[in-house]
Structures are given as structure tokens and as C-alpha cells.
């Protein structure tokens, strides 16, 4: 088990790409949920699906490819759980001049960068993908 989950799921859908893989698994939990909430909703995997094996609960993640080529070409842990990173609405950062985004985690819940401005909100910023 990992002690943090946002940098757990973040290897996995990581290392997944590098492998080649068009399905991974990864443990529940409503963090994750919601952050592959978003990620299915920008267009960076296919879908995910709970799974139940036995006694364990998993998300199969299924990854998106364009044309061989993996769609997310970098994604990566912004808050550790040794520095956290906060960010007000008008400091939230730009990834790739709005090719990419992060995915901030705000008292409203777990949105999408363009969501957090439009909504005129801060939080922690979990991740950056693109």
C-alpha cells in the first residue's frame, strides 16, 4: 500500500504508458476516483471500471492511444505529502499554455484547472498532466 495515493495512482498510469499497456489496475479509493473522474472527462484515458477480485476492490484503468503514440505524454506530482502546494484562483499555474492541465483539490472537491478559474477557486494542486 502506498502512503500517498496521488503518487501512486500517477506511477501507475506512468509506468502503464512506457509499457505499452491498454489496461491497468489500481486500489479505490474516492481520491482517485475523482481524479480519473476528470482525467476520462478531458480526454486522457478511455474509461475505468471498479472491479471486485475476492476481498479487493480495484480500478481498471483503460488508457487511450492516438495513432501507437500514448496520449499523455508527461503527467507528474506537484503536492508531496512532505511540501504541499496551494494555489489561489488567480495563481492557478497554465501547463503547455493550455495544452495541458492540473487538477487541484478545492473545498467544492477534486476539479479541473479551467473549472477551479471559472468557479474562482484555490486548493491544492495535486497534479500536472499534458
Given at each position: 500500500m502506498s502512503n500517498h495515493p496521488v503518487s501512486d495512482l500517477v506511477?501507475?498510469?506512468?509506468?502503464?504508458?512506457?509499457?505499452?499497456?491498454?489496461v491497468i489496475n489500481s486500489p479505490v479509493s474516492k481520491l482517485r476516483e475523482n481524479i480519473l473522474k476528470i482525467l476520462k472527462e478531458e480526454g486522457f484515458i478511455l474509461s475505468y471500471s471498479k472491479v471486485k477480485s475476492g476481498?479487493?476492490?480495484?480500478?481498471?484503468?483503460?488508457?487511450?492511444?492516438?495513432?501507437?503514440?500514448?496520449?499523455?505524454?508527461?503527467?507528474?506530482?506537484?503536492?508531496?505529502p512532505g511540501r504541499r502546494i496551494y494555489c489561489r484562483a488567480d495563481e492557478i499555474?497554465?501547463?503547455?499554455n493550455g495544452l495541458g492541465m492540473v487538477i487541484i483539490s478545492t473545498s467544492k472537491g477534486v476539479i479541473s484547472d479551467h473549472e477551479a478559474r471559472v468557479?474562482?477557486?484555490?486548493?491544492?494542486?495535486?497534479?500536472?498532466i499534458f
Open positions: 506511477a501507475r498510469v506512468k509506468n502503464g504508458y512506457l509499457a505499452n499497456r491498454t476481498n479487493l476492490e480495484q480500478f481498471d484503468i483503460h488508457l487511450k492511444y492516438h495513432y501507437s503514440n500514448p496520449v499523455v505524454s508527461e503527467i507528474s506530482v506537484i503536492s508531496k499555474p497554465s501547463v503547455k468557479q474562482k477557486l484555490g486548493g491544492e494542486v495535486l497534479l500536472k
